[in-house]
């Protein structure tokens, strides 16, 4: 098990309804590990936009038959 430290955050109360709510429906074992699995998620999608955005910086903008071709393999 990874080690796991106590914060105290703030968030909006509708927030904390919807965490409760999968909890209550057993989507999550608890407000914190909702919570927990939130902040992992947010992380990999600013560290993906940073690599998407490094690599258009590198290489240059994306064809419109690339970003088609994207978003048909990834169902958007």
Request: charged fraction near 35%.
């Amino acid at each position: 098990m990874q080690k796991k430290e106590r914060i105290t955050i703030t968030v909006r109360r509708e927030v904390l309804r919807a965490a409760e709510r999968q909890v209550r429906r057993g989507r999550a074992r608890s407000v914190s590990a909702w919570v927990d699995a939130a902040m992992e998620q947010q992380a990999r999608l600013e560290d993906l936009a940073a690599l998407l955005a490094e690599m258009a910086a590198e290489r240059g903008p994306t064809s419109k038959e690339a970003e088609k071709w994207a978003r048909d393999v990834l169902g958007l």
